[in-house]
Nanobody
Framework: VQLQASGGGLVQAGGSLRLSCAAS????????MGWFRQAPGKEREFVAS????????YYTNSVKGRFTTSRDNAKNTEYLQMNSLRPEDTAVYYC?????????????????WGQGTQVTVSS
């Protein structure tokens, strides 16, 4: 399985960005897909996840009400719509796929990772 994240960029505070994560592989059928982020000097942290079968979502508290994750099963693509962006959202954003975890915020519980896309929010 290969994950390809895209859509990052530079945006002013209060602005929006939409990230995409396209998955490829002969038998891609994840239990869930998720987004993590890593700011300079900090550990990688969980942002959001979506259960592939029914679209149930889960968010870390700091992005609730601002970020929305969704998926397109036919395209094997996950999205992260980020609104009302803040400077503290600046980080490299990684998409991930899991064969059995949905609520887990631990990176070790996610099986596949994309290469990351930079999001920079200026104040």
């Amino acid at each position: 399985v290969q994950l390809q994240a895209s859509g990052g960029g530079l945006v002013q505070a209060g602005g929006s960005l939409r990230l995409s994560c396209a998955a490829s592989g002969r038998t891609f059928s994840p239990y869930a897909m998720g987004w993590f982020r890593q700011a300079p000097g900090k550990e990688r942290e969980f942002v959001a996840s979506i259960r592939w079968s029914d679209g149930t979502t889960y968010y870390t508290n700091s992005v609730k009400g601002r970020f929305t994750t969704s998926r397109d099963n036919a395209k094997n693509t996950e999205y992260l719509q980020m609104n009302s962006l803040r400077p503290e959202d600046t980080a490299v954003y990684y998409c991930a796929a899991s064969r059995g975890s949905f609520y887990s915020t631990r990176t070790t519980q996610w099986d596949y990772w994309g290469q990351g896309t930079q999001v920079t929010v200026s104040s």
